[in-house]
């Protein structure tokens, strides 16, 4: 069974960075695409930015330059640095994987999410 584990969250002043990172594992599995989402207090959840197994990257436009994904597809892990945060950027930020299992196919996993609050 594939399950993501994300780690790096937490509270940071504005202006601040901070790291995330998400590990797929289980075993018997090809990740197709990895990437973050987020979710605000009663807002819908958007997406952050993704990274495919090719190293295609792609970012909402609210990232404006502030963030970078990145993968160690030996490690089945994705990374998002997150540099000059802002308030507007505090949410739940949750892993999402596109993986290729055995039995199923293509799926969709979810990390269980890991906050990130930004404010003086």
């Known amino acids: 069974q594939v399950q993501l584990v994300e780690s790096g969250g937490g509270l940071v002043q504005p202006g601040g960075s901070l790291r995330l990172s998400c590990a797929a594992s289980g075993g018997g599995f090809i990740v197709n695409s990895m990437g973050w989402y987020r979710q605000a207090p009663e807002k819908q959840r958007e997406l952050v930015a993704t990274v495919t197994s090719g190293g295609s990257t792609n970012y909402a436009d609210f990232v404006q330059g502030r963030f970078t994904i990145s993968r160690d597809s030996t490690k089945n892990t994705v990374y998002l640095q997150m540099n000059s945060l802002e308030p507007e950027d505090t949410a739940v930020y949750y892993c999402?994987?596109?993986?290729?299992?055995?039995?199923?196919?293509?799926?969709?996993?979810w990390g269980q999410g890991t906050q990130v609050t930004v404010s003086s």
């Open positions: 999402n994987g596109k993986i290729w299992i055995p039995i199923g196919g293509n799926k969709d996993y």
